[in-house]
């Protein structure tokens, strides 16, 4: 464990060494993008959306754009909602601060926009000070231009305040897609929000052409309720109704005597009979998921027997969760599809590769001989998931091996790469651009055929691409940290989300060592003080809003918890390895 030197019988704060990173984002985006892009002021949305509860006022539940996280998928319906404290905050933190965080780490100096959790002086500064101080190690040339609103809404006065003549995103949040569609700003938002939500699907992978486990999809017939809650029945009405009071996510109740309850009957029993029908071994997917979250490994009797009962339980079924969010204005992207897969057995290694697809407009890059230069290779990491709920806790990347393994995946990289510039370039304002992350399996297969001399054929690799995230990926920063850990000789790096009982003070200090000798650095980090001070609160009245964090005593309140991204870099596994171990010995991982 870090080592903590003491001054005057206080605890030192560790020196910490400035950061460069190889490249950024910004510049990868100006690498990539056409003419129109390359010098312009490009402004970055760092912030998650949800579909399950309302982040905050100014951050509203997507009901277009349906994404399927860990807490949509496993939280009872009861407790999935803004009035369960401590699911809220922990959201919150982690999809408008940590996850934000990260990504701006590696933006470049560029206007980068986060939104706040709240909306007090004192909440503001809070945001604002964790995110200053989690950049202020990074090179003067390569530092955010961080700019926070209160959430999409805010959008077109912050582009306009600031200068800003294009934005990208990473996730689509119903007010920025309003936003794609205004007249105002034409080729304001870069990529078309309908088209990127399609590329990121579990469909558009499975009937891709690329190299993955075959998948059934099942799609609804017919695609959306056949009327909204009012026309159907008294008992949807005042289910609709409750909902809104509750903060819940609506649903068709059980007891609907109308069409919406037959429709959902059907569309329920459609997943569940295909789900018995399939033999074992199988994978299990929804449509739109991230962090691992909407995927179950089935392998025996009693996981597929559990699967169906949570599948069809009325207060739990994911089923009827997607179902009752399928509208007229979102039927068309089939939110609620769900798919079965080939499960791909013994797999020898679980890649993470990320890379940047460039535009069709470059005619220079994009060879018709050579598909390769499509894209440009980053990095290939190796993926650590929790065997239990399959969710993704970080990336390991050896720096060593990174051109051997660029070798090994040139083809499938530029097979994806092609794909996505295909399928996306019929969008409005030009196909998609950017960063790209793509998990593949590689399983052994052997051949039992003898070849001209009577003797065995080797095994082969077979390649499968499980997942597929046209965004910046949450392994991003590893491959732009290279230069930073090579040259302390430092070969391995990885990542990982923790949860520990202190501040940042007290991590710094306990790590001291290591974080002076630039092996350990914070890509994010957010203090908690454990009360509901720090939770968004509608009711400003409550609040003296003239009051700055020191005038509210906020610097004398103690920090309960803090959640942060770390990255730590070592000379070998077994060293890497056993730091990690430690790590996580005074801390707890986080899963989503």
């Not at 990473?170 to 309908?194: C, R, W």
């Not at 509208?327 to 499960?343: D, R």
């Not at 090994?408 to 651009?433: M, P, R, V």
């Not at 610097?555 to 990690?580: F, H, I, K, N, P």
Request: charged fraction near 25%.
């Amino acid at each position: 464990m870090g080592s903590i030197q003491k001054k005057n019988g206080k605890p030192e704060i560790p020196n910490l060494p400035t950061v460069k990173l190889d490249t950024t984002l910004i510049n990868l985006y100006r690498l990539a993008g056409p003419p129109h892009v390359k010098e312009s002021r490009l402004g970055m949305v760092f912030g998650l959306v949800n579909s399950g509860i309302e982040l905050t006022s100014f951050c509203p539940r997507n009901t277009k754009f349906l994404y399927q996280d860990s807490p949509f998928i496993t939280i009872p319906r009861d407790k999935l909602t803004k009035h369960n404290r401590q699911l809220h905050k922990a959201l919150t933190i982690r999809y408008l601060n940590l996850i934000p965080q990260r990504d701006a780490f590696i933006s470049g100096k560029t206007p980068t926009i986060m939104f706040h959790r709240g909306q007090t002086p004192s909440q503001k500064a809070h945001d604002k000070r964790q995110a200053e101080e989690t950049f202020s190690v990074l090179d003067s040339t390569q530092k955010p231009e961080v700019i926070f609103g209160r959430g999409p809404s805010d959008l077109p006065s912050l582009v306009k305040d600031h200068d800003i003549q294009h934005l990208t995103y990473k996730m689509v949040a119903d007010g920025l897609a309003s936003l794609f569609s205004s007249t105002e700003n034409p080729g304001l938002i870069l990529h078309d929000p309908e088209t990127h939500y399609r590329l990121n699907t579990k469909a558009a992978l499975a009937t891709s052409g690329l190299p993955t486990p075959a998948t059934q999809v099942l799609e609804l017939d017919p695609p959306c309720p056949p009327c909204s809650p009012a026309e159907c029945c008294p008992h949807c009405a005042a289910s609709h109704q409750a909902s809104i009071k509750t903060s819940q996510l609506p649903v068709i109740s059980r007891e609907c005597t109308g069409p919406r309850g037959e429709w959902q009957t059907i569309q329920r029993e459609r997943v569940l009979e295909a789900i018995k029908a399939r033999d074992m071994p199988f994978v299990v997917k929804t449509q739109q998921t991230f962090g691992g979250a909407g995927t179950w490994v089935i392998t025996t009797e009693e996981e597929k027997e559990k699967l169906s009962r949570d599948l069809s339980s009325e207060e739990r079924s994911l089923i009827d969760r997607l179902l009752v969010q399928v509208t007229p204005q979102n039927a068309h992207l089939k939110p609620a599809a769900m798919l079965i897969s080939e499960f791909v057995a013994n797999p020898v290694n679980d890649y993470g590769i990320t890379f940047v697809v460039t535009s069709d407009h470059d005619e220079e890059r994009h060879s018709k001989d050579e598909g390769k230069a499509k894209a440009i290779f980053l990095a290939v990491s190796e993926q650590i998931i929790d065997p239990s709920s399959r969710a993704w806790l970080g990336s390991t990347i050896d720096y060593s091996h990174q051109e051997y393994l660029r070798e090994k995946f040139e083809e499938l990289i530029g097979q994806t790469a092609e794909w996505i510039i295909q399928t996306s370039s019929g969008a409005k304002y030009g196909g998609y651009f950017g960063p790209v992350g793509i998990d593949v399996l590689e399983s052994k297969v052997v051949n039992s055929a003898e070849d001209a001399n009577g003797e065995d054929k080797e095994e082969t690799s077979r390649f499968d691409i499980v997942d597929l995230n046209v965004r910046p990926s949450g392994s991003l920063a590893l491959p732009l940290l290279r230069g930073h850990f090579t040259s302390r000789g430092l070969n391995l790096a990885s990542s990982l989300a923790i949860r520990v009982r202190g501040g940042r003070e007290g991590f710094l200090q306990r790590w001291k060592k290591e974080f002076e000798e630039g092996r350990m650095l914070v890509l994010s980090w957010y203090e908690d003080y454990g009360d509901d001070d720090d939770q968004e609160d509608d009711n400003e009245e409550d609040h003296d809003l003239t009051k700055t964090d020191e005038e509210v005593g906020e610097g004398r309140r103690e920090v309960v918890w803090s959640y942060g991204d770390v990255v730590v870099g070592a000379e070998d596994r077994t060293e890497l390895m056993g730091l990690l171990d430690r790590v996580r010995a005074c801390s707890e991982e986080v899963t989503f």
